[in-house]
Nanobody, 122 residues
Framework: QVQLVESGGGLVQAGGSLRLSCAAS????????MGWFRQAPGKAREFVAA????????DYVDSAKGRFTISRDNAKNTIYLQMNSLKPEDTAVYYC???????????????WGQGTQVTVSS
């Protein structure tokens, strides 16, 4: 069974940092593009960041540029999202996702994690 399991969420004060992890199991994702999405209460799910299979290409939503960094370790079948200078508006459930393609396209995904809560207090 293919699973994406997120961890690392929690409660942090504004200006703080968190590092999310997404561990994949059931198959290797070393040739798949992977990404992070988030969904705040009452809002639609939003693309946050994505990374190509090799890690050579990344993309971010404008609000995350300069603050968030996506990375991956294919040997561990894991991707990460380092989030710095967090703001209350970053509060959301963060989801890991994977596509079948090697580079990320669009906002749909073939595989989804169950999500991890990130809460940023002011």
């Amino acid at each position: 069974q293919v699973q994406l399991v997120e961890s690392g969420g929690g409660l942090v004060q504004a200006g703080g940092s968190l590092r999310l992890s997404c561990a994949a199991s059931g198959r290797s994702f070393s040739t798949n593009a992977m990404g992070w999405f988030r969904q705040a209460p009452g809002k639609a799910r939003e693309f946050v960041a994505a990374i190509s299979w090799s890690g050579s290409s990344t993309d971010y939503v404008d609000s995350a540029k300069g603050r968030f960094t996506i990375s991956r370790d294919n040997a561990k079948n894991t991707i990460y999202l380092q989030m710095n200078s967090l703001k209350p508006e970053d509060t959301a459930v963060y989801y890991c996702a994977a596509q079948y393609s090697s580079s990320w396209y669009g906002t749909s995904a073939a595989f989804w994690g169950q999500g991890t809560q990130v809460t940023v207090s002011s």
